[in-house]
């Protein structure tokens, strides 16, 4: 049954290839590179004229007072991160290692380097495919999930004998032991279970992953041609391993291809907006895959054996070994392949909590990238490479702090009800502003169409209230180990849950509200300030722009809409206002009322006979549901009155 279900897919698949149906979408999504590669140009020029106009217009005014300058400050370093001395790097450097926070100059410098990406032929003649050893890390995660993932992996449509699943346990876990040896016995002959018997470290999946090569090459048959990692909680479709080698077959200079993760288990309604955090790194990601440079994710991913044994294995000196492995590929010559399609649905953060403590790791993977690139351990590897990595982490530290200072600032100065921008020249700075918000909309819906994806501007900064998390691990990372001799944070593993998890989502099958452990546990504290700085911030300035229409000689609608504008109407200040008064009720409103707890059984298709469970279709389908544009609509909308308006009265 399960051999079927795997062939028809892989059938369909072939056919949507053969008979050229998927090529029409690829011809579309070639033909918005294009434009998107003058849409990037076009919004970074604007974005330069109205800052510098900004600055100009500042200089020469007579009266700009503190609250200018810090407002003028904070549009400068937000738009910093779109600076021409990372497009330099980036076509000229290893585009792997741009940051994704250049969503205006990297599908610039990336564009120039594209050639035109095709699905390749899925290879249909057993004997035509390679052995493949399928290595899944665990370490003390629910043993549900671990079989689970995998029975899927044992019954694959590949030729059983061709591939070996191998179970690599660091928590020696001696009823896994026992359960993974029953079911090879009675079912799953091509399944086996490995420990190394060690304390587990901070780095301890890589060295996991190189302890599975070297087990692999002592069983009989030695070591496969091909290397594939799962993650635990990651369950393959039928048809995965099939797809995905014949990305690497169907290119001689690939050393790897990898999927994107899909989640079967969002929360319902997305409070978190996980969905928009995803699909910006999927964007990324996928224009990276148009200079065959995208980094690996981390699960799903099949590399050349041979590849692994010139770079000496899995790198060890990151928490973030996926992304270092493919950028050390990439250095060494190799090309580095994305899989767009659904073939791997795994298990999001599914708390609050876990949500937080999973974007901490990533930011810490990323410092940890920077360091081990900065050491001497990282000398042989081209200067180039080193340098962009290095980048990159500070590029990402320098965000956070952008914007959680951002944040924290802005709606404190908007308070004040003082006009945040001189009055000389408002006519031809508005239209600016106008205009740049037009080019910037123009390149974030190009950027979107790659993804078959709705994600306005606001959707793509929608875990922006995460900055002060990944700030306050960059701090740790920075400070405290050079300081007070403290060392980074340890995470445990994902499947296990810290004890504030456990509580929140107990509080959510009691249907009650999180707000200690939102608010004090996880300090969501300062996005409560936040928010009620932003409401105040509003009332604020309605309440100034009324004073000093009162005091004005000019019509009252007149000089209402000009005090307005020159406080929190201004159009790049009411849409950071927006971005971060919505960024920080998402914390609030998870407290105040947090999504039903779903049983992860309720989410699956359960096949009787062989216990093998695959995520529900309708699953699925929402996963691929568009985002709400409404705050995109509200604000395209205000831009459009105001501008008719500002013609027309001022």
């Known amino acids: 049954m399960v051999g079927q279900r795997g062939r028809k897919i892989t059938e369909h698949s072939v056919r949507a290839r053969e008979d050229g149906s998927s090529e029409p979408k690829q011809r579309t999504r070639r033909r918005y590179l294009k434009w998107l590669q003058l849409s990037a140009a076009l919004s970074m020029l604007t974005s330069i004229v109205y800052l510098s106009c900004r600055v100009k217009f ?14 003028l400050f904070i549009e400068l370093a937000i738009a910093g991160k779109y600076s021409l001395g990372v497009l330099v790097v980036s076509l000229f450097i290893s585009p792997i290692l741009v940051p994704r926070l250049f969503s205006q100059l990297f599908p610039l410098a990336i564009t120039s ?19 493949v050893d399928v290595f ?47 079911l090879r016995n009675k079912r799953f002959s091509n399944l086996y279970y490995a420990a190394r018997g060690v304390q587990v470290v901070t780095h ?82 996928n224009l990276q ?57 795994g298990l999001a953060a599914d708390t609050f909590c876990g949500w937080l403590k ?30 962009s990595g290095a980048l990159w982490g500070i590029v990402d530290s320098s965000a956070s702090f952008i914007w959680t200072s951002s944040m924290i600032s802005l709606p404190l100065l908007i308070l004040t009800g003082e006009p945040l921008l001189p009055s000389n020249h408002l006519r031809l700075l508005f239209r600016m502003a106008v205009l740049d918000f037009c080019a910037q909309s123009t390149c974030q819906a190009l950027l979107c169409s790659l993804l078959d994806f709705r994600m306005s501007m606001i959707g793509a900064n929608a875990a922006i209230w995460t900055a002060p998390y990944r700030l306050a691990i960059a701090v740790r990372f920075y400070i405290y180990p050079k300081l007070l001799g403290r060392p980074l944070p340890r995470f445990t593993p994902t499947g296990i849950p810290a004890s504030s998890g456990r509580s929140e989502n107990e509080a959510r ?29 509003l009332a604020s300035s309605i309440t100034a722009a009324l004073r000093d229409s009162s005091n004005s000689a000019s019509a009252p ?94």
């Not at 200089?59 to 810090?70: D, M, N």
């Not at 992953?209 to 070591?223: E, P, R, T, V």
């Open 113 to 131: 380097k594209a050639e035109g990406k095709r699905l390749p032929q899925v290879i249909e003649e057993d004997g035509e495919l390679p052995r």
């Open 557 to 650: 609608f007149q000089s209402i809409l000009q005090a307005l504008v020159v406080r929190i109407a201004w159009p790049p200040v009411l849409f950071l206002w927006i971005m971060f008064a919505k960024n920080a009720s998402v914390p609030l409103a998870y407290a105040i009322s947090p999504p039903a707890f779903v049983e992860r059984e309720e989410l699956l298709d359960r096949e009787e006979d062989t216990g093998v469970a695959y995520p529900k279709q309708s699953v699925k389908d929402s996963h691929m549901e568009k985002a709400s544009q409404a705050f995109w609509k509200v604000l395209a909308g205000y831009h459009l009155v105001a501008a008719l308006l500002f013609e027309v009265f001022l």
């Open 204 to 285: 301890s999946k890589a060295a996991n992953l190189n302890f599975g090569l070297q087990y692999a090459n002592d069983l009989q048959g030695g070591k496969a041609e091909l290397v594939s990692v799962l993650d635990v909680d990651m369950i393959p479709e039928p048809q995965w391993l099939r797809i995905v080698v014949s990305y690497l077959l169907n290119n001689p200079q690939a050393a790897l291809a990898c999927p994107f993760q899909r989640s079967y288990n969002i929360m319902p309604s997305d409070p978190l907006g996980m969905t928009y955090d995803i699909k910006s790194i999927e964007s990324f990601i």
């Open 58 to 71: 500042a200089l020469a005014a007579q009266h700009a007072g503190l609250v200018v300058w810090a407002v």
């Open 509 to 537: 099958r009691r249907g009650d509200s999180c707000m200690k452990i939102v608010l004090w546990d996880c300090g969501a504290w300062i996005h409560l300030l936040c928010f009620v700085a932003c409401v105040g911030g």
């Open 289 to 345: 895959d148009f200079a065959n440079d995208s980094f690996c994710t981390g699960s799903g991913f099949v590399v050349r054996h041979s590849a692994l044994d010139q770079i000496k294995g899995f790198p060890e000196e990151s928490l973030s070994e996926d992304v270092l492995t493919s950028l050390i590929l990439c250095a060494c010559g190799w090309q580095t392949l994305y899989v767009p399609e659904p073939v791997q649905w």
């Open 136 to 182: 899944i890390p665990c370490c003390g995660e629910d043993i549900d999930i671990v079989l689970d993932t995998a029975k899927a992996a044992c019954v694959l449509d590949y030729p059983r004998s061709l591939f070996r699943v191998i179970i690599l346990d660091d928590s020696a876990s001696t009823q896994l032991a026992e359960i993974i040896t029953q």
């Open 358 to 387: 999973q974007r901490q790791r990533w930011a810490a993977g990323i410092l940890s990238i920077a360091q081990f690139l900065c050491s001497p351990r990282a000398h042989g590897l081209p200067l180039a490479a080193r340098f």
